[in-house]
């Protein structure tokens, strides 16, 4: 099966990239639609989804809405293996990648076909808001909103309640910071300074619509954020985000910024 031409000059591009990138795993940030997500994600954002999911239920329905080709979805699946994705774009046709079964061609803008006890949504095209279908269908939703790119990504009018929310760095930022460290001709002064501007714009929010799973939902984050201080197994990509000054816990810089913002993947509840 032939690709389009649209998976033809990706993959030229991220051959071209292969032949220079300063370290195997940078091509996921930079490709993110190939080789990624469009949010940088460490194994404790999974074990936090997961937490959210089985405080829920111990064998919770989980479905991840706009899923690409599973990324973050893989990982879940090592601790829900019946959780599944849908996909409205053919990605797998573009990209000649061989469709797992898991994961379904479907326009969550139109209707999602089942009741899930987790809905996930990773991504949302601009101008897409697809909510009423993705509330039609759960008691908990888990949202990333990428700042400035996703729009109608809260559920508050759609009446969930937040219930958690944590900051992670986007694509965007690691794309950002990589381009800066390794693969620009800036001095290492000019790069201080950009790098003092650095920000996390990926935002998770945790909601609930069912008062009988506040508790329940805060809880099981507070005992992941617990667990993770001694947490000694992690994905090796997550050394790329630390490399690029965006650790667990780490406070950005303040400089241009007129509010304090929260340390990376720090739990704060309302």
């Not at 990706?10 to 993110?32: G, I, M, N, Q, V």
């Not at 699946?77 to 479907?106: C, L, S, V």
Request: hydrophobic content about 35%; glycine content about 6%; charged content about 25%.
């Amino acid at each position: 099966m032939s690709y389009s031409i649209k998976g033809n000059e990706a993959y030229k591009a991220l051959r071209s990239f292969r032949e220079y990138a300063s370290s195997l795993y940078h091509e996921r940030y930079r490709f993110p639609y190939l080789c990624g997500s469009y949010f940088a994600y460490r194994k404790i954002d999974v074990m936090r989804v997961v937490a959210v999911a089985k405080s829920i239920s111990s064998q919770p329905r989980y479905l991840d809405v706009g899923c690409g080709y599973g990324d973050f979805l893989q990982k879940v699946r090592e601790f829900i293996p019946n959780a599944i994705g849908i996909e409205n774009d053919n990605i797998f046709y573009n990209f000649n990648m061989i469709k797992p079964d898991y994961i379904y061609f479907q326009d969550a803008s139109l209707n999602i076909d089942d009741e899930f006890d987790v809905i996930f949504v990773g991504w949302m095209d601009p101008g897409i808001d697809f909510r009423k279908n993705v509330a039609d269908k759960t008691e908990v939703v888990i949202t990333t909103l990428d700042e400035g790119i996703s729009l109608a990504a809260e559920y508050e009018d759609q009446g969930f309640q937040k219930i958690a929310e944590w900051r992670t760095p986007s694509w965007e930022d690691m794309n950002i910071e990589l381009m800066n460290k390794y693969y620009t001709r800036i001095s290492k002064n000019v790069y201080r300074q950009l790098s003092d501007l650095r920000g996390a714009h990926n935002l998770w929010y945790v909601y609930s619509r069912n008062p009988q799973n506040f508790q329940r939902i805060r809880a099981s984050l507070r005992d992941c954020s617990r667990q993770e201080l001694s947490v000694s197994s992690n994905y090796n990509f997550e050394s790329i985000m630390d490399d690029c000054g965006f650790g667990y816990l780490e406070q950005l810089s303040g400089v241009g910024r007129k509010i304090k913002l929260n340390k990376l993947w720090e739990v704060t509840f309302t």
